[in-house]
Structures are given as C-alpha cells and as structure tokens.
C-alpha cells in the first residue's frame, strides 16, 4: 500500500469506519511509516482536544420550556384532528336539535328577577326560612305569613327531597319560596297567586346558565328555577305540577 | 406523539440537541429558540420516526429546524462567543495546563470559523459520535461526501494547530 493510498483512507481508519481486511493493511503500512504514522497521531490529537472542550448542555429552563410546549403543541394536534370531526357533527347535531328541541324562550324580565333571586337565595345565607324535609312543617309555616296557601308536596320518592322553604319577594310582591335537592343542585320554587288564573303547561325559560320552568296551575304561577341540567329540571317541575294538582283537588 | 413518548423518546437527546444546535448557531439564546421549535416539530412528525434512533432523527429535525430559520432571517449569521473557561487537564504541569487551554480554545474557535458544513460533520462525528452513514442521513448527502467534508474539515482544524505549534516552538 502506498502512502497516496493510505492518505486517502486516514480518516476512515481513525474513524474505525474501514472494512477490517482495509483497516488491516492500513494499519500495517503505519506501523512502517513515520509519516503516516504521524498523521494519524494528529488526528487522534486533534479528536482529543475536541472532545475535551466544554460540551454544551440544554439547560434545565430549556428542558422545562420543551416540556410545556411539547405538551401544548400535543394538545393542539389533537384538537386539529378532532375539529373537523367535531364540526360536522355540531352541524348535523345542530340542525337536528334546531328543528326538534322545544327553544327556550328568550329571557324576559320575570325570567331574569326569578334568576336573582335564586342566585341571591344560594350567596346569601337566607336561604331556609324553615328548614325541613316535613312538608307537614314546611306547609303550616307559610300559615299567617302569606295570604295564600302555597301546595307544598314531597318528591324525594322521585329524587327531589324538600329541604326547606323561606319567604321571598318577587316581582313587587312576597311570594314562597320551596326548596328541593337534587344531588349537588338547588332548586327554588316560587310559588305566587297567578294574575290571571288559566292553566298553562309548562314553559322553559333560561337566563345566565340557569334553567327556569314555569307553569300556573289552580291559580298559582309556579316558577322552578336551578342550574340542574334541562331534563332534569324538567321532570321535577312536571312532579311538582303532578302532585301539586293532585294535592289540590 | 403522546407526552410519555416525548419524554421517553426525544426529552434524553436534548442536551445532545442542544449540543449541535449550539455549535451550529453558536449562540446560546437561538440554539435554545431551535431546539425548542425542533422539539414541537418532532412531536408534529412523531410518524416519520423509524426504528429505535430517535437520536439522529432529532438531530436531522434540528438542522432542518436551523436552516428554516436562518433561511427566514439574517440571524443565522451570530456573532462569536468568547472561548474561555476550558476545563484544564490535571494531570499536566501548570506551563502545560495553560498552553493546553489554550489548545482547545483555539480549535474550538477554530471549529466555529468553519463553514457550516463542514462545523456540523466536525460536531457529529468528533462530540456526538455518529457513525458516517448516520451523518450522512442526518445531513442529507451521500457517504462519500460526508467523507470528503470530514477530512477537509480536519485538514483545516490540524493546519491551524501545526500554526500554534510553530508559534510555541519557534
């Protein structure tokens, strides 16, 4: 092998990136010649002093950056590919509730007051003027206070227990108040004497993320109102107006 | 590419990641900019990872990263750290602890008056051990010229020692 030859290889023979048969006959040139035997003794030297100069590291507010942004760039990945998924089926599940879910109404000004007072009644303390789940307590309360006598009915076979009720001013005038649970939620039914006194069905109504159903029956207007979710608040007020006509007749 | 898989995968080659992207801005602030943009970029193209080297790909992304953005700007071109702080090799005598800094500031200024290409094979090869095909997937060239470019850039790194040996002994 000549020197020529060898030259051409030093670099894939310091590397160890020669075939062994090559690096074989490389080796055995430079263990007989100075002159290539000294080129690849500065190219050992040169990969010595390389090495030895600082290595540069990801500091640890890098490595915390990365981490937050990979997490955030994962996130929003996932959210592109579900979009158009998700979009489709918000316009077909759209346009079906559109045509076949009964609207609430727009809040009016009664929807709004009976709201209030629900939000008032939970961030005040005044929420039980009797607390009971007795609605033989919770009836003869109201007895003297107000001049009406509010139907007062039990739904905790139908997973709405009383828990009390208060007196409360709605619309210029001091109506009842029940109270019933349902889980986590309150519910606030007012009950007032309606101003005209035909029955109606039960009307949704929501304002602010409340639900609100309303209904007169036998001369009472009765407004239910909670955060609960519209099904369920649903069911209670068609309870209440069950067993409110029943009591009544 | 799910957050686990980012730790497991590329989160053990950031200060490799670093390492390259430093040498190949040779500026702290903008290899940091780089390895953060070629980390997002890694999660966006998790599929393209075959295979378990999930070191060379990350380092392909964080050059392709780099010459995105110094394509997109004039910032690629950064002014030069100050070389200093070597750690000195105990060992040696302390006449020749100092002329051993020096040594290796000199080639590391050295490396990083290079021409890019010929910087990033120097780092591959010389810091982060990569074999000649991988340098040559990483860089996107044939063996061959991974070759040629390393033994140019030697040529050039051993021209500027043979200078400071001359100049030590005169």
């Known amino acids: 092998m000549t020197c020529e030859e060898v030259e051409r290889d030093l670099d894939a023979f310091v590397d160890r990136e020669l075939e062994a048969g090559a690096a074989a006959a490389v080796g055995a040139h430079i263990s007989g010649c100075l002159g290539c035997r000294g080129r690849v003794d500065d190219r050992q030297t040169l990969s010595r002093l390389l090495q030895a100069a600082p290595y540069f590291a990801a500091s640890d507010r890098l490595r915390e950056r990365v981490t937050v942004r990979a997490a955030r760039a994962n996130w929003i990945g996932q959210l592109a590919r579900w979009t158009a998924a998700a979009a489709v089926l918000i316009i077909v599940v759209g346009s079906a509730a559109a045509l076949l879910w009964p609207r609430p109404r727009p809040a009016d000004d009664l929807t709004a007051d009976v709201v209030a007072a629900h939000v008032r009644s939970l961030m005040g303390e005044h929420l039980f003027d009797v607390r009971s789940s007795d609605r033989h307590t919770v009836k003869p309360w109201f007895l003297g206070k107000i001049d009406f006598a509010p139907p007062v009915v039990d739904l905790a076979a139908l997973g709405f227990p009383l828990s009390g009720g208060r007196l409360d001013y709605l619309a ?13 939620h309150t519910i606030n039914v007012f009950i007032s004497p309606a101003d005209d006194g035909a029955d109606t069905g039960i009307q949704s109504r929501s304002d602010r993320g409340f639900h609100v159903r309303h209904w007169t029956h036998g001369g009472m207007a009765f407004w239910a109102v909670s955060d609960l979710n519209d099904a369920e608040l649903t069911a209670c007020a068609e309870a209440l107006a069950r067993e409110a006509s029943r009591q009544g007749s | 590419m799910s957050r ?61 990263t780099w010459y995105s953005r110094a394509r997109g700007s004039q910032r690629a071109i950064a002014p030069l ?35 890019a290409d010929f910087r990033e094979v120097i780092v591959l090869r010389e810091l982060e051990g990569l074999s000649y095909k991988e340098i040559a997937a990483v860089v996107d060239v044939p063996l061959g010229t991974v070759m040629s470019r390393l033994a140019r850039a030697r040529e050039r790194l051993l021209a500027v020692l043979e200078a400071q040996r001359r100049e030590v002994m005169p």
């Open chain 1, 172 to 184: 210029r005038r001091t109506v009842a108040a029940l109270v019933y649970q349902r889980g986590g």
């Open chain 2, 4 to 64: 686990q898989r980012f730790e497991e995968t590329v989160l053990p080659h950031l200060d490799a990641a670093f390492n390259y992207a430093r040498w190949l801005t040779r500026n702290d602030a903008e290899a940091e900019d780089v390895v953060q943009d070629a980390c997002v970029r890694a999660i966006r193209f998790a599929a393209s990872l075959r295979g378990d080297d999930a070191r060379s790909w990350l380092f392909t992304i964080v050059r392709n």
């Open chain 2, 81 to 115: 750290d100050a070389a200093g702080g070597e750690p000195a090799d105990e060992a040696l005598d302390p006449e020749e602890q100092l002329l051993q800094q020096q040594r290796v500031s000199r080639i590391r200024a050295a490396v990083e008056s290079l021409p």
